[in-house]
């Protein structure tokens, strides 16, 4: 193809796709059929893991449970048989060791079939410095919030890819577009599951998977108690997030096919800002907005693993 062909396809397609993305904001996106699909959830003994699982359960899914905590996994199961989960299964994984994800990984395999679906959840944070952080719990953060997403994909995405069938699924953060400080290693391993997520993507485009969908989830501070103390500056533009609404949209970001997920709204435009502004502008606005402040109080849950 001519550079002269390449470049009138390029403006059809730049006229073409806006258009298409504001019609769709006036139409209800449709919603997909998952029955009969399998979806594996990390991080689900507890949070937000747990909320998506929950709304999964009316859709006749295979529901496939892991965490490191196996209380909080029994403790969701239980919710889900109450609210009429037809298949659960669940085990104890600790996402931040490759080993013990491939192993578990090949039992889920073996047990009940080819996850379809899925939800890398499970996350940590140490809300400190980054000079007063160990490294030990640095290394631990980016092992279960970024590495543990390459040794699930390099698990579950063969069969994906060989059938041209699945959904993938980066529940990443705000931090993973946007540096905050006092959250260094956990802005870098949520920036990492970022561009994971969009490179793997690219290459399933590449190869013609268009049957493999990706979902990134990118969400402002939740109100699951793993940033307990954080605050908000301008709680109408940056509100904390309540755990149920940021899981139904999640859920129907995955059944609607939606490839970025942004809560709340405001980050689309802020994320656009930033790109946008000379660097000494965004760090005033880092400051109008209290990015410098956020961490100042935090305390987290007495538990950090999802």
Not at 44 to 71: Q, T
Request: aromatic content about 10%; proline content about 4%.
């Amino acid at each position: 193809m001519n550079f002269l062909l390449e470049t009138l396809r390029l403006i059809l397609f730049t006229i073409y796709y806006p258009v298409e993305a504001l019609i769709k904001l006036f139409i209800p996106p449709k919603m997909k059929d998952v029955s009969g699909e399998i979806v594996l959830i990390t991080g689900a003994g507890s949070g937000i893991g747990r909320l998506m699982a929950l709304e999964f359960a009316s859709l006749d899914v295979s529901l496939v449970l892991w965490d490191i905590n196996e209380d909080g996994l029994k403790e969701t199961a239980r919710q889900l048989k109450e609210k009429g989960a037809l298949t659960v299964y669940y085990y104890q994984c600790d996402c931040s060791d490759r080993a013990v994800v491939y192993k578990v990984a090949d039992q889920v395999k073996n047990e009940i079939g080819d996850v379809t679906i899925l939800i890398n959840n499970a996350g940590i944070v140490s809300g400190k410095k980054f000079m007063e952080t160990p490294d030990a719990l640095i290394e631990k953060t980016l092992r279960v919030n970024a590495m543990s997403h390459f040794w699930t994909y390099k698990a579950f995405l063969p069969t994906m890819i060989a059938k041209n069938h699945g959904h993938l699924v980066s529940v990443a953060s705000s931090a993973g577009l946007i540096g905050v400080n006092g959250l260094a290693d956990y802005c870098a391993s949520k920036f990492a599951a970022v561009g994971f997520a969009e490179s793997v993507a690219l290459e399933l485009t590449a190869e013609g998977k268009d049957g493999v969908k990706t979902t990134i989830v990118c969400p402002y501070f939740i109100n699951t108690g793993m940033f307990d103390g954080c605050g908000t500056k301008w709680p109408r533009l940056l509100p904390i997030l309540k755990p149920d609404y940021v899981a139904k949209r999640i859920v129907s970001g995955i059944l609607s096919d939606q490839v970025y997920i942004l809560l709340p709204w405001s980050l689309y435009i802020l994320l656009a800002v930033k790109c946008l502004v000379p660097h000494k502008q965004s760090v005033i606005l880092g400051m109008y907005f209290g990015a410098f402040n956020f961490m100042d109080a935090f305390k987290g849950r007495e538990k950090k693993q999802d």
